[in-house]
Structures are given as structure tokens and as C-alpha cells.
């Protein structure tokens, strides 16, 4: 997780005697708050070998019974199952009166969003070798575990040594109807408004690794003018947008090479079925070149 500071970085979090006893015995300890989110708070702590950790608490009592049943059941099997270079690794699940604890990779560098806040846009070159990270994590995803992560953004790459980290599996579903082998549609729009694809904008059912795909495009898009593409408060303005021919070339911030604009509208084809893979943008032109 990441090195942001939360807005309460002097908040503490008080550990039942139980609990204590269990992180003890692990040699994890639990220090300040670094953020807050829908699902619970990420805490900075350390292990037996006072090593930097971070810690996401969930408390399920505080949220309810469809995201218990539904999506944390996935969230905690791909947190388990996704083992990856370019992935936060996950050291330890506990879970212990009503909270479960997962104890993750801590990543100094912050997010994508935050570094494009504080730098701007990045130079090509850049840009090019932290995507192409990225996209080798969401390629493995979806070729090898078939697993769909539904909610790519900037927010949810992280930076540790000049390296990125996907994280953040709330969303993620094994995606793949294995007796036909093929995709399985979705039918929950879930994810980040700026990145819908728009079939998610239309709330028509989805192949969710095309929408994957859409999303890494909009992260492209993001790192290289610091700007989404798309307009994104009123849905049926966005699908215009995103519908009408040539309109993302007004919202280049400067002129880019005609490989990376090749590439990077090959994310926004609107028919899935011909939009760029995740297997073929690793082997576009830009990408080989490292964005030179």
C-alpha cells in the first residue's frame, strides 16, 4: 500500500486483547493511519524482522451482508492467488473479532495519482516503462488466472523503488467460463466513473477484460497528459464522447508520436471484440521501443 499520509495521520487503532496476543506472537506491530476508504482504514506497521508493513483493517460490522458474501470472498482469493512482480504481495490474512487484518507490501513511492499531482504529465519514456509494468500485471491476470480486476486507476498503482504495484481487489472476479472457454459477461458495473468503458457508461452487460483494457487506456491517457480523456459527470455526454470519431484527439495535451497515438487509441475501440488486448499491447511498436 501506500506512503500517503491520511488526513488524521495522528490516529491510532486500539487492538482487542485477543487480537494483540495473535499479532504478537506474528511479530507484527500496527502504527499510524495512512488512509481511509469505503471498506476500511490502511495502517503503517512493521514485522518480526521491523520491516515496513502495511496493514488494510476491514471491519465486517461495518459493512454489509452483500459485500461479506459477494465481494470479499473474491477480494481475499485473489489477494491470495495473485502472485506477480507488479502485484502488492500480501504477507499475511488474519482474521479476529469481527476484523480481518491484511498485512502487504508497503510501498514508499505513493500512487500514479499522487505523483502526477505533484510532477504533471510524465515524459514519454516514463510513462512507457511504468505502463508497460502495469500492463505485464494485468496481463497476467487475465491470461493466466483469468481473473478480471474491474476497478484499474491511478490510484491503484503504487510505486515502491522506482517500480509499479497494482493492488486494491475488491473488484476482482475470475472471469472465464471454463467449459466453453470463453468470457463470462458481467453484469455489475463496478469500478471508477472516469475509467467505464462504454458499455459500463450504458449499463449494457460487459466482457470485463475488455473493460480491464478500456480502464489501462484511460491510466495511459492519464500519465501522459495528467487529464482523464473523457468528461465523465453526465453518462450520456461521456458515451458521446467516447462514441464520436476523432474526439480524443482534442484532448492530447501535446503532439505524441503516431505509434503512441495508435496505441493508445487502440484501448478506446468501442466494439470490444476488436478492441487491443493486453497480450498485443505488449507487443506494440511503442511499447518495444520503451517510449523513445
Same mark, same amino acid.
Given at each position: 500500500?501506500?506512503e500517503t499520509e491520511s488526513k488524521q495521520p495522528d490516529k491510532f487503532i486500539k487492538l482487542d486483547p485477543k487480537t494483540?496476543?495473535?499479532?504478537?506472537?506474528?511479530?507484527?506491530?500496527?502504527?499510524?493511519?495512512?488512509?481511509?476508504?469505503?471498506?476500511?482504514?490502511?495502517?503503517?506497521?512493521?514485522?518480526?524482522?521491523?520491516?515496513?508493513?502495511?496493514?488494510?483493517?476491514?471491519?465486517?460490522?461495518?459493512?454489509?451482508?452483500?459485500?461479506?458474501?459477494?465481494?470479499?470472498?473474491?477480494?481475499?482469493?485473489?489477494?491470495?492467488?495473485i502472485k506477480h512482480e507488479f502485484v502488492v504481495y500480501i504477507f499475511d490474512i488474519i482474521k479476529s473479532n469481527q476484523?480481518?487484518?491484511?498485512?502487504?507490501?508497503?510501498c514508499s513511492g505513493g500512487d500514479l495519482s499522487g505523483y502526477l499531482t505533484k510532477h504533471g504529465a510524465m515524459p514519454?519514456?516514463?510513462?512507457?516503462?511504468?505502463?508497460?509494468?502495469?500492463?505485464?500485471?494485468?496481463?497476467?491476470?487475465?491470461?493466466?488466472?483469468?481473473?478480471?480486476?474491474?476497478?484499474?486507476?491511478?490510484?491503484?498503482?503504487?510505486?515502491?523503488?522506482?517500480?509499479?504495484?497494482? #493492488?486494491?481487489?475488491? @473488484?476482482? +472476479?475470475?472471469?472465464?467460463?471454463?467449459?466453453?472457454? $470463453?468470457? =463470462?459477461?458481467?453484469?455489475?458495473?463496478?469500478?471508477?466513473?472516469?475509467?467505464?468503458?462504454?458499455?459500463?457508461?450504458?449499463?449494457?452487460?460487459?466482457?470485463?477484460?475488455?473493460?480491464?483494457?478500456?480502464?489501462?487506456?484511460?491510466?495511459?491517457?492519464?500519465?501522459?497528459?495528467?487529464?482523464?480523456?473523457?468528461?465523465?459527470?453526465?453518462?450520456?455526454?461521456?458515451?458521446?464522447?467516447? #462514441?464520436?470519431?476523432? @474526439?480524443? +484527439?482534442?484532448?492530447?495535451?501535446?503532439?505524441?508520436? $503516431?505509434? =503512441?497515438?495508435?496505441?493508445?487509441?487502440?484501448?478506446?475501440?468501442?466494439?470490444?471484440?476488436?478492441?487491443?488486448?493486453?497480450?498485443?499491447?505488449?507487443?506494440?511498436?511503442?511499447?518495444?521501443?520503451?517510449?523513445?
Open positions: 500500500m501506500s494483540e496476543a495473535v499479532f504478537n506472537k506474528k511479530g507484527y506491530r500496527i502504527d499510524k493511519m495512512l488512509n481511509e476508504g469505503a471498506f476500511g482504514q490502511v495502517y503503517r506497521g512493521t514485522n518480526k524482522n521491523d520491516e515496513p508493513v502495511a496493514i488494510k483493517v476491514m471491519d465486517l460490522n461495518a459493512v454489509g451482508d452483500k459485500y461479506k458474501q459477494k465481494f470479499l470472498p473474491r477480494e481475499l482469493s485473489a489477494l491470495i492467488g476484523k480481518i487484518y491484511i498485512f502487504m507490501e508497503f514519454e519514456p516514463l510513462a512507457c516503462y511504468w505502463y508497460t509494468q502495469t500492463a505485464k500485471a494485468v496481463h497476467f491476470m487475465h491470461d493466466e488466472l483469468r481473473i478480471a480486476h474491474r476497478d484499474i486507476k491511478i490510484d491503484n498503482v503504487l510505486l515502491h523503488n522506482n517500480r509499479v504495484k497494482l #493492488t486494491d481487489f475488491g @473488484f476482482a +472476479k475470475e472471469s472465464w467460463d471454463r467449459a466453453r472457454n $470463453r468470457p =463470462l459477461a458481467s453484469e455489475t458495473f463496478c469500478g471508477t466513473e472516469p475509467y467505464y468503458s462504454p458499455q459500463i457508461v450504458n449499463r449494457k452487460p460487459y466482457n470485463p477484460f475488455c473493460a480491464d483494457v478500456w480502464a489501462m487506456g484511460v491510466t495511459l491517457f492519464c500519465m501522459l497528459n495528467n487529464r482523464f480523456p473523457f468528461h465523465f459527470d453526465d453518462p450520456k455526454e461521456m458515451y458521446r464522447e467516447q #462514441t464520436k470519431v476523432d @474526439f480524443l +484527439k482534442t484532448r492530447y495535451v501535446k503532439y505524441f508520436p $503516431r505509434d =503512441l497515438r495508435q496505441l493508445q487509441e487502440a484501448h478506446f475501440i468501442v466494439d470490444e471484440t476488436a478492441r487491443i488486448t493486453m497480450a498485443e499491447v505488449l507487443e506494440h511498436r511503442w511499447i518495444e521501443r520503451k517510449g523513445k
